[in-house]
């Protein structure tokens, strides 16, 4: 599966950002889609994730509420709204894709995007 994420950039605090991830190649076999994030110095960290059948989703607890994730199947298409944002939030951000529905492990997604950089000035 090869993924294709686009929309960063820069915002001021309680500003929005919405990303999105187009996927390509063997969707089927890694339903489950996903964001991570990594700042400068920082582990990655799992940000919200997204079923294949439902758009079930699930959050990590520092942007839930704050972030919605959501999936167009007939675009191959996930997206990412980003509302409220934080200068915590300032990472770079990486569509991922799986078949592990509510892992919240980087080791569980094996397909990567390239990530898009998101800058939050406070």
């Known amino acids: 599966v090869q993924l294709q994420a686009s929309g960063g950039g820069l915002v001021q605090a309680g500003g929005s950002l919405r990303l999105s991830c187009r996927a390509s190649g063997r969707t089927f076999s890694r339903p489950v889609m996903g964001w991570f994030r990594q700042a400068p110095g920082e582990e990655r960290e799992f940000v919200a994730g997204i079923s294949g059948i439902g758009g079930s989703t699930y959050y990590a607890d520092s942007v839930r509420g704050r972030f919605t994730s959501s999936r167009d199947e007939a675009r191959n298409t996930v997206y990412l709204q980003m509302n409220s944002l934080k200068p915590e939030d300032t990472a770079v951000y990486y569509c991922?894709?799986?078949?592990?529905?509510?892992?919240?492990?980087?080791?569980?997604?094996?397909?990567w995007g390239q990530g898009t950089q998101v800058t939050v000035s406070s």
């Open positions: 991922v894709a799986g078949s592990r529905y509510g892992t919240r492990r980087h080791e569980d997604f094996d397909s």
